[in-house]
């Protein structure tokens, strides 16, 4: 099957600093999905990217899709102690869905 | 909202017993999973069904069954639980427009502990 690998497992920033993750598959992706899942609550859909080298931004957060489509990355300017959680990657491959190992955040006030 | 509810929410079982989860939605959708999450792991499918008994296996089937005899109701079965499938278990629906087709809507999770 499809494997998704997201590094790295654990992030810990500073309140305003920057934090990125990122997510790499040996294989071709047809799209990439993120996910931010809050401490005890359930995933919840950020963003779909599929074309090469696409890239969308939301408030602080930009995300990116490889030229190849083989990597993307998730990067939060100066965070803010609303972001702590931990972000998924994933893709699809028809009606199977693969999730990335995830990156949790700490942000210390 | 996509009208996703678990049950139970918690569970505490023995060894060798069998366990069912529930995933009940309230709007039809025709596209059902089940995941399951491990630190380390992150989300990995089960099983998922797209539609009244048409189910099929995701990448960690091996000792989980489902059933889906209607379509608000998709059931996973531990036929008889061992302690690695001590987890927290999501079920998820599909998303029913074009613009929402590859998003994943997640019920709130079933934390299962198998002593």
């Known amino acids: 099957g499809q494997q998704v690998m997201q590094i790295p497992q654990y992030q810990h920033v500073q309140e305003g600093e920057d934090f990125t993750t990122y997510c790499n598959s040996s294989?071709?992706?047809?799209?990439i999905q993120w996910y931010k899942q809050r401490p005890g609550g359930h995933p919840v859909f950020l963003i779909q990217?599929?074309?090469?080298?696409e890239v969308k931004k939301q408030k602080r957060l930009t995300f990116q899709f490889g030229e190849a489509k083989k990597n993307s990355s998730l990067h939060i300017t100066a965070t803010q102690t609303t972001d702590v959680g931990t972000y998924f990657c994933a893709s699809n491959t028809g009606n199977q869905f693969y999730f990335g190992t995830g990156t949790s955040l700490t942000v210390i006030p | 909202d996509a009208g996703i509810t678990q049950s139970p929410r918690h569970k505490v079982t023995e060894t060798g017993t069998p366990v069912t989860l529930r995933c009940h939605q309230t709007e039809n959708h025709r596209y059902m999973y089940w995941y399951r999450q491990d630190p380390g792991h992150g989300l990995r499918l089960i099983h998922y069904s797209y539609g009244v008994k048409d189910t099929d296996k995701g990448e960690v089937s091996d000792g989980y069954s489902v059933s889906r005899s209607k379509t608000e109701d998709f059931l996973l079965t531990l036929e008889s639980a061992t302690s690695s499938q001590t987890s927290v278990y999501f079920c998820?629906?599909?998303?029913?427009?074009?613009?929402?087709?590859?998003?994943?809507?997640f019920g709130p999770g079933t934390r299962l502990t198998v002593l």
């Open positions: 998820a629906i599909r998303g029913w427009t074009p613009d929402t087709y590859n998003e994943q809507f």
């Open positions: 990217l599929v074309k090469s080298g």
């Open positions: 294989t071709t992706l047809s799209n």
